[in-house]
């Protein structure tokens, strides 16, 4: 990795801090780069209100509601699926749908832990209108764009 002194030289003084302020990952050993994590503005989660072997708990009112009151969330929603069948044409057990979009971007970590669920719960809603897609079917009211889940 070029020193801040070879790039001084050659662009002049300016170059060098422009060119540093850019670059989006950090070495934290030589010969090592840490990513910063991608950052979004609209986020959703699925979660079973209860684990279906054990019962225990998974996502409680008082985990949406704190995840809810960030101040960075600007539109929220959420249902509670009680009545969706599999493919298979069996129950699903009851589960959340929870929609956020935030004013500035953040990360899949960051609403995971904002929520206190796994990341791999949380999936980004992409592509212009991806959030007000996700509510028609969030509330079965777009079939064409299929479950949800």
């Known amino acids: ?20 302020s ?7 050993t030589p010969g090592d780069k840490k990513v910063a994590p991608r950052r979004f503005h609209a986020f959703k989660i699925t979660q079973y209100l209860h684990h279906p072997d054990s019962g225990e708990a998974l996502l409680t009112p008082a985990q949406l509601q704190a995840g ?8 929220w929603a959420w249902a509670e699926h009680d009545q969706d ?3 298979d044409g069996n129950l ?5 749908h929870i929609a956020v979009q935030c004013k500035d971007a953040r990360s899949r970590e960051q609403i995971a832990e ?7 719960l949380v999936r980004v809603l992409g592509g212009r209108g991806g959030f007000a897609s996700y509510l028609r079917c969030l509330t079965h009211g777009d079939p064409t764009t299929g479950s949800p889940m």
Request: charged share 25%; proline share 12%.
């Open 85 to 87: 069948r599999g493919g």
């Open 68 to 75: 809810l009151s960030r101040r960075s969330i600007t539109k």
């Open 114 to 120: 904002w929520f206190g669920v796994p990341l791999q």
């Open 92 to 96: 699903i057990p009851p589960h959340w």
């Open 1 to 20: 990795m070029p020193t801040v002194e070879e790039h001084v030289g050659a662009d002049g003084p300016g170059a060098a801090r422009q060119r540093n």
């Open 22 to 28: 850019r670059r989006r990952t950090v070495p934290s």
